[in-house]
């Protein structure tokens, strides 16, 4: 069974410091990994995919096949950071995704 | 272009009654996936469908189960409903088989059972 595990569920941190929001996953095969945002009073919505090693908004997160992880970072953190982020696994094949249970982040002034 | 909608916003059951759940998918897309998003939990996901044939389901019981209609629209069906089916449920629609990458999310709707 897939499972994706995300430690914290609140992260604070001051504006301008740097981000780390953990994410651990079990799966047998090949992961597609995600991270997902939700802003206050606005819909889920896809931040960034692992294949695509793009970098959004000044994040970015590097797949870990051997220790199992997806973290996302930003090197300096800006107050309109603060949102739910959800780390998601899709299935091979694509026909189920998997989320995490979140981690609140606060980006204080 | 016209974002992703559900109905009904809100509404409250009682214990084994069944409930109706609509989304529209934004225009173009022709995949409709759903999710229950428990209070202080993640979204899980239910299931998909894809030009009107399921795709993909979650670790959810045959209670739970959906439609796809020529026009990309769907529904989400759950009957006897129990204490435990109170959340927010989530559709998001995309485009092509799976289209987690590029999945719009509704505003959900939130279900509380009595």
């Known amino acids: 069974a897939q499972r994706v595990t995300q430690p914290e569920k609140l992260l604070s941190v001051f504006k301008g410091a740097p981000v780390e929001l953990k994410c651990n996953y079990s799966?047998?095969?090949?992961?597609?990994l995600f991270w997902y945002v939700q802003y206050s009073r606005q819909r889920l919505q896809l931040l960034l995919r692992?294949?695509s090693r793009e970098s959004i908004k000044g994040f970015t997160a590097d797949l870990n096949k051997g220790e199992t992880s997806f973290h996302l970072k930003k090197p300096f953190a800006q107050e309109e950071d603060s949102a739910m982020y959800y780390c998601?696994?899709?299935?091979?094949?694509?026909?189920?995704?998997?989320f995490g249970k979140g981690t609140m982040l606060l980006v204080s002034p | 272009e016209t974002g992703v909608t559900q109905s009904p916003t809100h509404l409250i059951k009682t214990r084994g009654q069944q409930v109706t759940l609509r989304c529209s998918s934004q225009?173009?897309?022709?995949?409709v996936s759903w999710y229950q998003q428990a209070l202080g939990q993640g979204p899980q996901f239910i299931f998909q469908?894809?030009?009107?044939?399921?795709?993909g389901r979650g670790n959810f019981p045959p209670r739970f189960s959906g439609l796809q209609f020529p026009n990309y629209s769907s529904e989400l069906n759950v009957n006897a409903l129990e204490l435990d089916d109170s959340a927010l449920y989530l559709c998001?629609?995309?485009?092509?088989?799976?289209?987690?990458?590029?999945?719009?999310f509704g505003p959900g709707t939130r279900l509380l059972v009595l």
């Open positions: 998001a629609s995309s485009l092509g088989s799976g289209g987690f990458e590029t999945q719009y």
């Open positions: 799966y047998s095969g090949s992961p597609e």
């Open positions: 692992h294949i």
């Open positions: 998601a696994l899709a299935s091979a094949g694509y026909s189920t995704l998997t």
């Open positions: 225009s173009g897309h022709n995949t």
């Open positions: 469908y894809y030009r009107e044939e399921e795709n």
